[in-house]
């Protein structure tokens, strides 16, 4: 049986807007009214790591490529944001839509629970700048897609909770068999859901977690679930475009569609914005 959940969400048009799913074969992206030849411009969080390269070895703000290169092949521009602290509105006006990227887990404080000895390498920078972030991002309207942490993220912003450690639940370790190494499992779609629309029934999921959604959040539906019950992928009902999944798009080359449907409402967006 799936993890809590609120009731399924009713039939509603193509997130792409256009009345179907969004193709994976092109490599012309949606235009926007700002940015660098009217594309939209997404936003994409960072961390600060300790990083080595060339001579050097010292703390960097750093991102996988992999959801750079996801970014441009969907037709968008990514540009990079580090965690600075409190982040201010004007960043956020800059924006098209933004992503909210894989990453440590969440300091549990914030949904009102003790640490579990599974939870380590916490960031409360990047928690400060990118609960911040989605803040604000709300308040605009500004079209979000939320992926692995930054689906956790979303859900304990808006009144969630989580399992701190997945194989205390479930009995296996197959979300996340080894460090560094994703598994490939199938998670399956609900009917009518805007995930759904985008992917179909079932998806080949790129997951690498050891922490999921316990309590969703009241604004949320789950939209598709793994074969063992773990909500993997949640969304809002109605308003902007709010969409999150508990698995890494960014690690199939060969799939731009939640990435696509992102910069199509981002594109959207920003023509309405600067009307």
Same mark, same amino acid.
């Given at each position: 049986m799936p993890r809590r959940s609120n009731s399924t969400p009713t039939t509603r048009p193509s997130p792409t807007g256009s009345g179907s799913v969004a193709s994976n074969d092109s490599d012309t992206g949606p235009r926007s009214n700002s940015g660098s030849a009217g594309r939209p411009i997404i936003g994409l969080p960072t961390y600060s790591e300790r990083t080595r390269f060339g001579h050097w070895d010292v703390d960097a703000a750093v991102l996988s490529r992999t959801y750079v290169e996801l970014t441009e092949r969907a037709g968008g521009i990514p540009v990079l944001l580090p965690p600075i602290g409190t982040p201010r509105p004007e960043l956020v006006e800059r924006l098209d839509g933004l992503v909210l990227t894989g990453g440590a887990d969440l300091d549990p404080a914030r949904y009102g629970a003790p640490a579990h000895p599974a939870t380590r390498g916490l960031r409360p920078d990047r928690d400060e700048s990118e609960f911040g972030l989605f803040t604000l991002?709300?308040?605009?309207? %500004?079209?979000?897609?939320?992926?692995?942490?930054?689906?956790?993220?979303?859900?304990?912003? $808006?009144?969630?909770? /989580?399992?701190? +450690?997945?194989?205390?639940?479930?009995?296996?370790?197959?979300?996340?068999r080894e460090p560094g190494?994703?598994?490939?499992?199938t998670a399956t779609t609900v009917p009518g859901s805007q995930v759904a629309a985008i992917v179909g029934p079932e998806v080949k999921a790129h997951c690498h977690h050891h922490q999921a959604i316990d309590a969703l959040a009241p604004e949320l539906t789950a939209s598709a679930h793994a074969p063992d019950g773990?909500?993997?992928?949640?969304?809002?009902?109605?308003?902007?475009? %709010?969409?999150?999944?508990?698995?890494?798009?960014?690690?199939?080359?060969?799939?731009?569609? $939640?990435?696509?449907? /992102?910069?199509? +409402?981002?594109?959207?967006?920003?023509?309405?914005r600067n009307r």
């Amino acid at each position: 049986m799936p993890r809590r959940s609120n009731s399924t969400p009713t039939t509603r048009p193509s997130p792409t807007g256009s009345g179907s799913v969004a193709s994976n074969d092109s490599d012309t992206g949606p235009r926007s009214n700002s940015g660098s030849a009217g594309r939209p411009i997404i936003g994409l969080p960072t961390y600060s790591e300790r990083t080595r390269f060339g001579h050097w070895d010292v703390d960097a703000a750093v991102l996988s490529r992999t959801y750079v290169e996801l970014t441009e092949r969907a037709g968008g521009i990514p540009v990079l944001l580090p965690p600075i602290g409190t982040p201010r509105p004007e960043l956020v006006e800059r924006l098209d839509g933004l992503v909210l990227t894989g990453g440590a887990d969440l300091d549990p404080a914030r949904y009102g629970a003790p640490a579990h000895p599974a939870t380590r390498g916490l960031r409360p920078d990047r928690d400060e700048s990118e609960f911040g972030l989605f803040t604000l991002a709300r308040q605009a309207g %500004l079209p979000v897609l939320a992926i692995c942490r930054g689906l956790q993220l979303v859900n304990v912003a $808006l009144g969630g909770t /989580l399992l701190q +450690h997945v194989p205390d639940t479930v009995g296996h370790t197959d979300h996340s068999r080894e460090p560094g190494v994703f598994t490939v499992t199938t998670a399956t779609t609900v009917p009518g859901s805007q995930v759904a629309a985008i992917v179909g029934p079932e998806v080949k999921a790129h997951c690498h977690h050891h922490q999921a959604i316990d309590a969703l959040a009241p604004e949320l539906t789950a939209s598709a679930h793994a074969p063992d019950g773990i909500i993997e992928a949640a969304e809002t009902r109605s308003g902007p475009f %709010l969409l999150g999944v508990q698995w890494h798009p960014e690690e199939n080359t060969t799939d731009t569609r $939640l990435m696509r449907a /992102l910069v199509e +409402h981002a594109a959207q967006y920003g023509k309405e914005r600067n009307r």
